[in-house]
């Protein structure tokens, strides 16, 4: 039997494990702040409202149609780099547990996905009060959001399991990661979106960012996701766990000792 | 039937430095065909245990004796599955607990309490055991109030209680000890030892690594003694030699 799928099925029956450590982390985090996990609502409120009004001058675009965008935008993005983070220390920050307890490997990146995916949740409310603010038409496109978002999660899921094992044998990787952000954060539809570039919206679409990004972002404003943009997500999702599935078997029995 | 079998185990050790950890050498090794990683910082390998054999059956308790440095850690965590060994087989059947590092799994920021749940759920404890075991374990630790506040307010003397408490509680048929007591104040120490004895009933196998002489020969009935990766059992009579 394949080790590495024993192992991510074994992790998946504790999920209990999981959702409980994930949420006393949160917890733990925000313990003594009053605010506790709002400040980061917060923070996308003040980030969106900030930027919104200073871009969509810039990039002369009005604002009832930039700011849901831009506010969309951010919040994906930042539960997907979010993932991809803290994914880079999925095994090595935890290499305490790892070494005295025997726990499927596997559920250290399903909790680095769910807390991001808790605090994604927290910032949902300010897209919804931007879009209520701003006029935007609600409609059952909406609803879908959520197909989108579980294709999303399992992208991310064995994004942050690659990411994880790749961390713990390499410690550079953490800093390249860390450099690179930046300036993703940029060439990505963030800000934009890939379809305001004059001639580079080509281009855009080599990013896998762009596809991620959008394929939740079209739900929340209101059209289905492209069929495209659907597509490279599906095989994003072949791809990435063929790979990190390969790669976690074959280094399965190595994992331990490189933390 | 509760057993622990090792079948000629080896166990490798990478050592990694900066340099081989590093990416730009991996992609120098790959584009020089692996030359240079020869000849500057390749990977060390530390072997720690070398071809270890030994049956351990229901009913036994073994304690594992030897100098720092000698693996009795590495040899534990072979047990419990966390080290994979390189060549040789393991077989173990039965629900494994492990009491190596007491820290590990334990958040500052949060309660006692709350720290008892995260614990009890990483030893593999299911939510109704630990909700079951709860009264028990408040009781053990004798924390009263304190299970409220953070953890980081506790001395290392309560901390230590806490994850006792919980360790024991697991009801494991395998039962893995590292070098756990020595700490606590004489009254824990006494309490401790009660539990740990009607714990080791009901535990079907016992592994013990400890330096203290007289608390192997008062839980185990076999005894290994590992030297530079090699396990040899012993008889009682040569334990004290140790001492």
Partial sequence: MNLAITDIFQAIQRWQLVIFIGLSNVKARYRRSVLGPLWLTLGTVVGAAGLGFLWSELLKVPRHEFVPSLTAGLIIWQFVSGVIMEGVYGFSRQAATIKNTSQPYFIHPMQVVLQQFVNFLHNIPVFFLVAWLLDVSFNLNMLWVLPCLILLILNLLWLALLLGILGARFRDIEFIINMVMPLLLFTSPVFYRPNYLPFSEDIMWFNPFSHLIELIRHPLLGSPPPDFVVLTNLAFLVVGWTLAVWLFNRKYNSLAFWL | ?243
Wanted: proline residues 2%; contains cysteine.
């Fill in chain 2, 1 to 243: 039937m509760a057993k622990l079998y090792f079948d000629n185990v080896s166990i490798h050790y990478p050592i990694f430095n900066s340099r081989t950890m590093s990416i730009r050498n991996q992609l120098v090794r790959i584009a020089t065909g692996g030359i240079i990683e020869r000849e500057e910082g390749g990977v060390q390998i530390v072997s720690a245990l070398n071809n270890v054999s030994f049956q351990i059956n229901e009913g036994d308790a073994v304690g594992l004796v030897g100098h720092n440095g000698a693996g009795k850690s590495t040899l534990l965590r072979t047990m419990a599955g966390v080290y994979a060994p390189a060549t040789g087989h393991v077989t173990r059947e039965g629900r494994v607990a492990t009491l190596f590092d007491m820290g590990a799994g334990m958040d500052p920021e949060l309660s006692g309490r709350e720290n008892i749940w995260r614990m009890g759920f990483l030893l593999g404890m299911s939510r109704t055991q630990i909700n079951d075991e709860m009264s028990a374990i408040e009781d053990f630790t004798q924390l009263g109030d304190f299970l409220e506040l953070p953890m980081r307010t506790y001395s290392t003397g309560m901390a230590m209680r806490l994850m006792f408490a919980v360790a024991t509680s697991t009801a494991p048929e395998i039962l893995l000890v590292d070098e756990v007591f020595g700490t606590g104040d004489f009254e824990f120490q006494k309490k401790a030892k009660v539990r740990m004895q009607t714990l080791l009933q009901s535990v079907k196998i016992l592994v013990f690594a400890s330096h203290a002489m007289t608390l192997v020969r008062e839980h185990c009935n076999r005894f290994f003694l590992l030297e530079h990766g090699v396990v040899r059992e012993i008889d009682e009579s040569e334990l004290s030699q140790f001492e």
